[in-house]
């Protein structure tokens, strides 16, 4: 017991029974490693990181753009401005501190929804590719979320009724097919719930600036 | 077993009296009862890794190298995209000096990355960490209870805002208007990154954060009662200074337009 080769032996025994047994709780642990997904599953996660790959690029390629704009005009005078006023056009649509307008879907609700089906939709229409959300007149910003209220749903303090307005921006085809399709959203939801919800193709849909106060105050910039 | 024991028990048996045997009696026992340990796992490693290997077909090979290859360019597409980022913010802030206007028009754009996710934040807030249940699923059970679902995160994340977070992460992620947190099958696609379990969700916003957070309805009602019915692994933590990552990604919009400039 006392020999190296005894010691030896022993610490190669453990040191298998080590990495055999890490092996064995590896393999049972859940498939999120990408070789243990289903045919399925990896099909919708090619064209998912497809999509957003693209959508990458094209980001991409924008900011080029502004970098190039900067190199041209330099950082002074005029020139120099309009790409500043530019780039904070961009913000604040995005964030939705500025209004904007365009082509995509509008869900017409009615009926009685919860708050957990409200989020589920608008975090359906952002994964589909929907650039500006509102319900009925209210801007969805990154913190906005539906609560049950005393007497209501509520987003962002607003009051929301039985009936409502989901507007969404974005592409309409691509909107329209990810909402409608077999075992979609819509068709999930109206399993469960007691509401009608029509989706519909807008040429132009207004969606005004959020009227929340998105300035952090306890959050502290880092530059 | 011949190996490691024979040479051992061979000098035993020749040099030393009968009494001296019960100690490598023991030995011999010992490392009988660790190799069959290492037999029975090893037997169960071969067959488990078999009966995958036949699952997978060549198709989801095939599939698997090409997310893997997606998930690569998103890694590279991101990095430039910060980068440029970066430069167009060193641009803006060269230019602070050379105007009043300039210097007006830098400010708003700090206050209006800062407001909507596109800047590094720091300050006091909570951590939720989840992950699956490491208990075993029953017989009969559906084995989906017992791992993290994309709704227990959107319900974690609902009660946060609910509670006044003003900036969140998850596993790095920040969340920003165009978010999405979207489950394919088992696993987590947050803006454009796939993402594993443990999920570290990072909030930073007012005191008594976590409070509000543990009582919100929108934590208690659904994903409260799978931690505990489940097993679910969960942790939270109250923190003086968390440092959470802007968001990485597309600002521009392709179809909705700025209403002044669609007005032009």
Redesign the interface.
């Known amino acids: 017991?006392r020999?190296p080769?005894?010691q030896g032996?022993?610490f190669g025994?453990?040191l298998?029974?080590g990495v055999?047994?890490v092996?064995?709780l590896r393999?049972q642990?859940?498939?999120?490693?990408?070789?243990?997904?289903?045919?399925?599953?990896?099909?919708?996660?090619?064209d998912?990181?497809?999509a957003?790959?693209r959508?990458?690029?094209?980001?991409?390629a924008?900011?080029?753009e502004?970098?190039r704009d900067?190199r041209l005009t330099g950082?002074?005078?005029q020139s120099?401005?309009d790409v500043?006023?530019e780039?904070?056009?961009?913000?604040?649509?995005?964030?939705?501190?500025?209004?904007?307008?365009?082509?995509?879907i509008v869900l017409q609700i009615d009926g009685d929804l919860d708050?957990?089906a409200l989020?589920?939709l608008l975090?359906?229409l952002?994964?589909a590719g929907?650039?500006?959300l509102a319900i009925d007149d209210v801007r969805?910003?990154?913190?906005?979320?539906a609560?049950?209220g005393p007497v209501s749903l509520l987003i962002d303090g607003h009051q929301v009724g039985r009936s409502l307005t989901i507007s969404a921006?974005?592409?309409p085809d691509g909107l329209l097919a990810t909402m409608e399709r077999p075992g979609g959203i819509i068709a999930q939801l109206q399993q469960f719930i007691d509401a009608s919800i029509v989706a519909t193709q807008s040429n132009q849909i207004?969606?005004p600036a959020t009227e929340a106060d998105?300035?952090?105050?306890?959050?502290?910039?880092?530059e | 077993m011949v190996l490691?024991a024979a040479?051992?028990i061979g000098r035993v048996s020749a040099a030393t009296p009968a009494r001296r045997l019960r100690?490598?009696l023991t030995?011999a026992i010992s490392?009988a009862a660790?190799?069959a340990?290492?037999g029975f796992?090893?037997a169960?490693?071969w067959n488990?890794?078999l009966a995958?290997e036949a699952f997978?077909?060549s198709?989801?090979?095939t599939?698997?190298r090409?997310?893997?290859s997606?998930?690569a360019?998103?890694a590279d597409?991101?990095q430039?995209?910060a980068a440029?980022?970066a430069?167009?913010r060193r641009?803006?802030q060269?230019?602070t000096t050379?105007?009043a206007?300039?210097d007006d028009?830098?400010r708003?754009?700090?206050?209006?990355?800062?407001?909507?996710?596109?800047?590094?934040?720091?300050?006091?807030?909570v951590i939720v960490e989840i992950a699956?249940s490491k208990r075993v699923v029953p017989d009969g059970e559906n084995p989906a209870n017992f791992?993290v679902l994309v709704d227990d995160l959107?319900?974690i994340?609902?009660a946060l805002?609910?509670s006044g977070?003003?900036?969140i992460s998850i596993n790095g992620e920040r969340?920003?208007?165009?978010?999405?947190?979207?489950g394919?099958?088992?696993?987590v696609?947050v803006?454009?990154a796939?993402l594993?379990?443990t999920f570290r969700i990072e909030a930073?916003?007012?005191e008594g954060l976590l409070q509000r957070f543990q009582e919100h309805?929108?934590f208690r009602?659904?994903v409260a009662q799978r931690i505990e019915f489940f097993g679910l692994e969960f942790a939270t933590q109250a923190s003086s200074e968390l440092?959470?990552e802007p968001f990485v990604?597309?600002?521009?919009?392709?179809?909705?337009?700025?209403?002044?400039?669609?007005d032009e």
């Open positions: 017991m020999s080769l005894a032996s022993l025994v453990a298998l029974i055999l047994l092996g064995q393999s642990a859940r498939p999120t490693e990408i070789s243990q997904l289903s045919a399925q599953e990896l099909s919708e996660l090619v998912t990181l497809g957003r790959n959508e990458l690029r094209t980001g991409l924008d900011l080029r502004t970098l900067y950082t002074q005078g120099a401005v500043g006023r780039d904070l056009r961009r913000i604040t649509a995005f964030g939705g501190l500025a209004a904007v307008q365009g082509q995509g708050a957990i989020n589920d975090n359906e952002r994964n929907a650039e500006a969805i910003t990154h913190r906005s979320v609560i049950q921006i974005g592409s207004t969606l998105l300035a952090p105050t306890v959050a502290q910039p880092i | 490691l040479p051992g100690p490598h030995w490392i660790a190799l340990v290492v796992v090893g169960i490693q488990s890794s995958r997978t077909t198709a989801q090979q599939l698997a090409q997310v893997t997606l998930e360019e998103q597409l991101r430039q995209i440029a980022e430069e167009v641009f803006q060269q230019s050379s105007s206007v300039l028009l830098n708003q754009l700090s206050a209006a990355r800062l407001a909507v996710g596109l800047t590094r934040v720091r300050g006091p807030g699956d791992i959107r319900d994340v609902t805002w609910a977070a003003e900036a969340l920003v208007a165009t978010s999405s947190i979207y394919v099958g088992a696993s696609l803006n454009t796939f594993s379990p930073i916003g007012p309805p929108a009602g659904r440092t959470l990604g597309t600002t521009r919009f392709r179809w909705a337009v700025p209403l002044e400039e669609a």
